[in-house]
């Protein structure tokens, strides 16, 4: 019998795993619930638990990958594309700051600071991109990260479409409905990128240990 490659994860593991971001996914649905609730001031607003949470992914998921590339070093040409991209999300989340406090459009600025710099050095380092990358797109991680960009900015955009809402309640129609399902999905979609990228430490962490036995 061979031995499992480093990559490869216990059937217990993958349950627990599995089990844990149940929890984590009833968890956000349930503060949601007590979001309309109890927080009717604020609810799905920024100072609401929606967009704090959404905020508070994000910066895990940088934090993460920040780990992932400076201190593990597994594929940083990788890493450093998904660090751009999850970055420029947690931005973009804090347009209404920025725009309130710096000045208007000051997040998109800051956007092309991260994302063109990062871009210019994935394609000048493109062959060592598309080497990490033809082993990173067969991981489970590479999947959940999918996912989550299909949901957040696919899905939630067209599901969050006014013409639609407005097609839906007709008459009744009003922008909270809109604006609750589509901040809903998106926070959906952080977390599953949350979760892509919490997989990608664990394989990350197992690739690391098994190159200093080498």
């Known amino acids: 019998m061979s031995p499992s490659p480093p990559w490869a994860i216990s059937f217990r593991t993958a349950l627990l795993r599995a089990t844990l971001y149940t929890l984590a996914i009833g968890g956000i649905a349930q503060g949601g619930f007590l979001e309309v609730l109890y927080l009717p001031e604020v609810r799905y607003t920024e100072l609401g638990f929606t967009e704090f949470t ?64 990062s871009l ?14 033809r082993y990173y797109s067969n991981t489970f991680s590479f999947g959940l990260f999918a996912a989550g960009v299909l949901v957040t900015y696919i899905f939630s955009r067209l599901y969050g479409r006014q013409d639609f809402w407005r097609a839906v309640l007709e008459e009744n129609y009003i922008r909270d409905f809109k604006d609750i399902a589509e901040e809903a999905i998106e926070l959906l979609g952080y977390s599953l990128i949350l979760f892509a990228l919490i997989e990608l430490f664990f394989l990350a962490r197992r690739l690391h240990r098994a190159r200093l036995t080498l």
């Open 120 to 133: 210019a050095w994935v394609i000048i380092h493109r062959q060592r991109f598309l080497d990490e990358f």
């Open 54 to 117: 959404q905020t508070l992914i994000l910066a895990s998921c940088c934090a993460l990958l920040i780990y992932i590339r400076q201190v593990l070093k597994i594929w940083p040409t990788v890493t450093l594309l998904l660090l751009a991209f999850v970055s420029a999300s947690l931005v973009r989340e804090q347009d209404y700051f920025l725009d309130y406090y710096v000045a208007d459009n000051t997040w998109k600025f800051i956007v092309a600071l991260i994302v063109l710099p």
